[in-house]
Nanobody, 122 residues
Framework: QLQLVESGGGSVQPGGSLRLSCAAS????????VGWFRQAPGKEREGISC????????KYADSVKGRFTISRDNPKNTVYLQMNSLKPEDTAVYYC???????????????WGQGTQVTVSS
């Protein structure tokens, strides 16, 4: 069974950091583009970052550019999202998604995780 599992969420103060992980099971992420998305309360889900299968292409939403970094470790079948300088407006449920085709920040991915909560508050 193909599955994506996010971890690393939690509560942090403004200016703090978190690293999210997206681990795949039942398939190999090597050939998949992986995207990170988030949904804040009362808002639509938005794409914030993605990385191509070989890691040669990365993309960021303007809202996180310069603060978040996406990376992948294919031998570990895991993609990471390093989040620095967190702001209260980053509070959301964060999802990872995977697809063999490149969709950038569009939500056309075939496989989705269940999400992990990130709360930024003083």
């Amino acid at each position: 069974q193909l599955q994506l599992v996010e971890s690393g969420g939690g509560s942090v103060q403004p200016g703090g950091s978190l690293r999210l992980s997206c681990a795949a099971s039942g398939f190999t992420l090597d050939y998949y583009t992986v995207g990170w998305f988030r949904q804040a309360p009362g808002k639509e889900r938005e794409g914030i970052s993605c990385i191509s299968s070989r890691g040669s292409i990365t993309k960021y939403a303007d809202s996180v550019k310069g603060r978040f970094t996406i990376s992948r470790d294919n031998p570990k079948n895991t993609v990471y999202l390093q989040m620095n300088s967190l702001k209260p407006e980053d509070t959301a449920v964060y999802y990872c998604a995977a697809d063999r085709d490149y969709h950038g920040l569009d939500q056309k991915y075939d496989y989705w995780g269940q999400g992990t909560q990130v709360t930024v508050s003083s």
